[in-house]
């Protein structure tokens, strides 16, 4: 992207922190923004009327986060978005951003490009819980996040990988056996 035209950006993002347990978008409210994670990390879950949690991902710097569904339908948020320890996020509008389309078509294929990454982030997470074995499951996350045991509690852990914290325990001691 040409110099010029990614400067536009500097007035749309404003920084954010984000203390442990702070929510950066909560379930039925509309979200208007989207963040990307300079540090910190932060869960993505849904929360059952029976007051069950179901974790669909993690965000870890680097990556982008906001429940970019809710966001392109402008209803309330199915999901909430939640610090896992102390964020800095740079934030922005999202009607401001996509706003920026017109404007030149490498907003258009910034957009188009983030909008092929979320995709294949579900369409792997889809795969992941309908075809593989939950000890398969906790071998492709550590694969993708060889650190994660480090900054994520084990209960949410085996949340994301549709398990009990117990179950997670048995594959984490049947893998470390085998690779004794």
């Not at 995709?119 to 795969?127: G, P, T």
Request: glycine letters at 6%; a neutral charge; aromatic letters at 16%.
């Amino acid at each position: 992207m040409p110099r010029e035209i990614w400067n536009r950006a500097e007035g749309l993002y404003s920084f954010r922190k984000l203390e442990y347990g702070d929510f950066f978008v909560k379930q039925g409210k509309v979200p208007t923004e989207f963040a990307f994670v300079f540090s910190g990390q932060l869960r993505e879950y849904y929360l059952t009327d029976q007051g069950d949690e179901y974790i669909k991902s993690f965000c870890f710097p680097g990556e982008f986060t906001g429940s970019y569904f809710d966001l392109l339908s402008e209803h309330p948020s199915t999901c909430n978005i939640r610090a896992l320890s102390d964020c800095l996020l740079g934030v922005a509008n999202f009607a401001d951003f996509t706003a920026l389309y017109e404007e030149h078509p490498a907003w258009e294929r910034l957009g188009r490009k983030t909008a092929e990454f979320l995709f294949i982030k579900k369409a792997k997470r889809e795969y992941e819980l309908l075809a593989l074995s939950a000890e398969q499951r906790y071998e492709s996350l550590k694969k993708a996040y060889p650190k994660i045991e480090e900054s994520i509690p084990q209960y949410h852990i085996a949340s994301y990988l549709g398990i009990t914290p117990v179950s997670l325990s048995r594959i984490r001691s049947k893998l470390s056996k085998a690779g004794s």
